[in-house]
C-alpha cells in the first residue's frame, strides 16, 4: 500500500467513563511491544483517530502520547466562536486537545437539524482555530452545499448505510470522490467491518475510514485496523 491512511473511530455517544477507560486500556496493551498495527502505523505514517465524548479526550490525549500515530477527535463543536453560549463547546476550547472534529455527521442533521450554513460555519471554525473538520456527506447535494477547502477531510457516509450492514459500494464511494474539489483525504463510512475493509482500502481514491459500530470494542477495532493495514 502506497498511501498512508486515516482510521476513525466514532464512539458516537456510547460508554461511561468507566468503559471508555477500559477499552482504552484494553487498546494500549493490543499496540504494545512492537505489534504489527502500530509497526504499520509507524512505518507507513498511517494515524489512529478516536473521536470520542469530550469528557474522555483527555483519556484519549494520554495514548496519543504513547503511540504518536493516535489522534484526538472531538464529535461536534460549535457552530459559535468563544463566548456566551452556555453548554456549547467552541473549535477555540477544542484546539490545543484534538487534531480533528468531526462536523456534520448524518445523526447530527438528523437528530439536531445541523445544515448548511451552520455546518459550514463550524468547519471555517475548526481550521480558523487549526483543527482538520472531518466534514461528513450523505450526498453530492451536501457536497454542493459546501465550501471544501484543501484543509479539509471528507467522509462520504450515505444514510442508508449506517448501522446498517449494507455498505456502500466502492464504485458508489469512488464516484463521490470524484465530484470532490482538491481535499486533504477522502474518507468512507458505513457498516464497516473486518469483513469488508480491504475493498475500500484497494480503491485509490480512498484514503480511509470512518467506523462507528465496529469500533466499540478494542479487539474488533484492532482487527478490524490489521486487516485495513495488511492488504
Ligand atoms: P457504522 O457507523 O460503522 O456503525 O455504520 C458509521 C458512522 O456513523 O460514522
Known amino acids: 500500500m502506497k498511501h ?3 482510521i476513525v473511530a466514532n464512539w458516537k455517544s456510547n460508554k461511561t467513563v468507566g468503559e471508555a477507560m477500559a477499552w482504552l486500556e484494553h487498546f494500549s496493551k ?3 511491544n512492537d505489534s504489527d498495527v502500530a509497526k504499520l502505523c509507524s512505518s507507513g505514517g498511517h494515524e489512529i483517530v478516536l473521536a470520542v465524548s469530550n469528557p474522555y479526550l483527555l483519556l484519549v490525549s494520554q ?3 504513547d503511540y504518536s500515530f493516535v489522534k484526538v477527535a472531538a464529535q461536534n463543536s460549535s457552530m459559535y466562536a468563544m463566548g456566551s453560549y452556555t453548554g456549547e463547546v467552541s473549535a477555540h476550547a477544542l484546539a490545543g486537545m484534538v487534531s480533528y472534529c468531526l462536523v456534520g455527521h448524518s445523526e447530527r442533521r438528523h437528530w439536531f437539524g445541523e445544515e448548511g450554513a451552520q455546518i459550514q460555519a463550524k468547519i471555517d471554525l475548526l481550521l480558523h482555530e487549526g483543527v ?5 456527506v450523505r450526498s453530492s447535494e451536501d457536497v454542493r452545499s459546501l465550501s471544501l477547502t484543501a484543509d479539509v477531510v471528507v467522509a462520504y457516509e450515505p444514510d442508508e448505510s449506517i448501522g446498517s450492514g449494507l455498505n456502500a459500494p466502492v464504485s458508489q464511494v469512488a464516484s463521490i470522490a470524484h465530484q470532490l474539489p482538491p481535499i486533504k483525504r477522502y474518507l468512507y463510512g458505513g457498516s464497516i467491518i473486518r469483513e469488508n475493509v480491504a475493498e ?3 480503491e485509490p481514491a ?3 475510514i470512518l467506523v462507528g459500530r465496529a469500533s466499540l470494542d478494542p479487539l474488533e477495532f484492532y482487527q478490524l485496523i490489521e486487516s485495513a493495514l495488511t492488504i
Open 63 to 65: 495514548l496519543s502520547k
Open 4 to 6: 498512508s491512511k486515516l
Open 200 to 202: 475500500y482500502m484497494r
Open 132 to 136: 482538520t473538520p472531518i466534514v461528513c
Open 206 to 208: 480512498i484514503g480511509g
Open 30 to 32: 493490543l499496540l504494545a
